[in-house]
């Protein structure tokens, strides 16, 4: 059975950081990446950001890119999403999900596993 279990959010003021985490287990560790989706309310998920599990390669969505690090640590089954100079226009559920096959990594599509969420809000 696959899960993942996201954690880290939480209120927090403009300019402010916050570091999500996501515990992978079961069948979602065989994945070959990891990404990070955000829904705000009333709005449609989209990508934040996403990482292969071999090599150093990340990706960003340019609302993101600069602020954001993506980073993982298998050892510990776990990615993290770093977030700094956090904007209200980040607020948002942040899900962390993992890819299988060969989807484009930046399409929600492409990923079979899903965590619940966190919730981050930042207030101006």
């Known amino acids: 059975q696959a899960q993942l279990v996201e954690s880290g959010g939480g209120l927090v003021q403009a300019g402010e950081s916050l570091r999500l985490s996501c515990v992978a287990s079961?069948?979602?560790?065989?994945?070959?990446?990891m990404g990070w989706f955000r829904q705000a309310r009333g709005k449609e998920r989209e990508f934040v950001a996403a990482?292969?599990?071999?090599?150093?390669?990340?990706y960003y969505a340019d609302s993101v890119k600069g602020r954001f690090t993506i980073f993982g640590d298998k050892s510990k089954k776990t990615i993290y999403l770093q977030m700094t100079n956090l904007k209200p226009e980040d607020t948002a559920v942040y899900h962390c999900?993992?890819?299988?096959?060969?989807?484009?990594?930046?399409?929600?599509?492409?990923?079979?596993?899903w965590g619940q969420g966190t919730q981050v809000t930042v207030s101006s």
């Open positions: 990482m292969f599990w071999i090599g150093d390669y990340t």
């Open positions: 079961g069948d979602s560790l065989s994945s070959n990446a």
């Open positions: 999900a993992a890819r299988d096959g060969f989807g484009y990594i930046m399409s929600p599509s492409a990923y079979i596993y």
